[in-house]
Each structure stands twice: as structure tokens, then as C-alpha cells.
């Protein structure tokens, strides 16, 4: 596609229940990022998939959170056991190449409004 | 961990004013990025400056750095009720160059 797609765009789940969230990047980019955004806050970082290298994990709050990405393209991030803090907006991004090193633009989606009640 | 800081939290404009938002940050970057944000959304990229420039323009934007002081200011002149979002700057991450931070950001109202 054109952009970053992210589904469900909403979601509303029980307290205890686990959640899939999809991302597909766009095509060819080889790195995949996945953020969270409580209401009003900053954006933060959970997970970071580069290539065929191991993912960068140290942003996710707790071992109820996992993310995988399948190919190299498509990343799913679950949420197990979710709890009421874990409502958030969960944006995926994904870059050409590694960001930092030459600068270059992470590109987002709309993201994954979570609201756990 | 919090690398980007902006400043003010909120900013409140009329249509034509020019709207000034400050980021301050805390290590060593090789670039600095400004990112807008409607509804809470997708964020979009608006700018990119590395570390050896000063000053970058953008159409309406203009956006400057100062590596001494470990600061960046995104102005946007004659603005626009379209203009309304909440906006981010973001920098490499300290850890690593893998990611980005974000700031808070600072939302900014336009007024007709």
C-alpha cells in the first residue's frame, strides 16, 4: 500500500481478554517500529524490528506484551491478559533504513485506538 | 527514557500570528526531526535538521538548531486554523541509534 496500515483502528476489550494489533508497512521498508501514546501524552517507545536482526525489545512495559514480524513485513503486536492501563493509541511506523545513522523519515500509521474496560 | 522536551505545553494563536515551539534535549544527536499530529492520530513528518545546520525552511516552516545548547525551535509563520495539531520534535534515541523519542509535544490552537 501506500502508507503504513494498521488494524482495528479501535478496539474495545474486556479487562483480561489478549489483543492482536496488525500492522503492514510500507513496501520495502526494512524497519518496523511500534509505539504506544496514552491520552495527552509523548509518544512511547516499545518495540523496533530491523531486517533479519534481532528486534530491539527494551520498550515493552512487561511480558504481557509481545510483537513479531512475520517475513519482514507484516508485524503483529499482542497485548495478553490486558489490564486497564493498557489503553493507549498504538502506533506503527516504519522506515527505509535504520533511523538515526542517515536521518531518514519514519513514516506512520493511524494507529490502534485500545480501550480496555 | 525522555530525550525531547517542548515548550509550551500549549499555545493558543490567532490566524496570521506566527507560532513559535521550542524543543530542548539531552545528549548528543546527529539529527532532529519535527513531527505534527491531528486528533491524536498518525503523526507526520515535517521536517528533518542534522547537527551541522543551523536553520531549515520548510514552505511556512522554519526551524532552527543549536547544538550548544542542546535546543531546537520550530516556527511556523502566518498561521492557519489548518495548522491546529499537536506537535513533536524527536531525536535518536540515547540509547542507540535505532529509534526515536518524542517529547510531549505542544499543542497549538489556531483561531479563525
Known amino acids: 500500500g501506500a502508507g503504513v496500515s494498521q488494524s482495528p483502528s479501535n478496539k474495545v476489550t474486556e479487562k483480561g481478554k489478549d489483543v492482536e494489533l496488525r500492522c503492514d508497512p510500507i513496501s520495502g521498508h526494512t524497519a518496523l517500529y511500534w509505539y504506544r501514546q496514552s491520552l495527552g501524552q509523548g509518544l512511547e517507545f516499545l518495540i523496533y524490528?530491523?531486517?533479519?536482526?534481532?528486534?530491539?525489545k527494551s520498550g515493552l512495559p512487561s511480558d504481557r506484551f509481545s510483537a513479531e514480524r512475520t517475513g519482514g513485513s507484516v508485524s503483529t503486536l499482542t497485548i495478553q491478559r490486558t489490564q486497564q492501563e493498557d489503553s493507549a493509541v498504538y502506533l506503527c511506523a516504519s522506515s527505509l533504513v535504520e533511523q538515526g545513522s542517515s536521518g531518514n523519515t519514519i513514516y506512520f500509521g493511524e494507529g490502534s485506538w485500545l480501550t480496555v474496560v | 527514557s525522555q530525550q525531547g522536551e517542548e515548550d509550551p505545553q500549549a499555545l493558543s494563536i490567532q490566524e496570521g500570528e506566527n507560532a513559535t515551539m521550542n524543543c530542548s534535549y539531552k545528549?548528543?544527536?546527529?539529527?532532529l526531526q519535527w513531527y505534527r499530529q491531528n486528533s491524536g492520530r498518525g503523526l507526520v513528518h515535517l521536517i528533518l535538521i542534522r547537527s551541522n545546520e543551523r536553520e531549515k525552511h520548510s514552505g511556512r516552516l522554519r526551524v532552527t538548531l543549536d547544538t550548544s545548547k542542546k535546543s531546537s525551535s520550530l516556527l511556523i509563520t502566518a498561521s492557519r486554523a489548518a495548522d491546529t495539531a499537536s506537535y513533536f520534535c524527536a531525536t535518536p534515541e540515547s540509547r542507540g541509534y535505532s529509534t526515536l523519542t518524542f517529547g510531549k509535544g505542544t499543542m497549538l490552537l489556531v483561531s479563525p
Open positions: 524490528f530491523q531486517g533479519n536482526s534481532a528486534p530491539d
Open positions: 545528549t548528543s544527536i546527529n539529527n
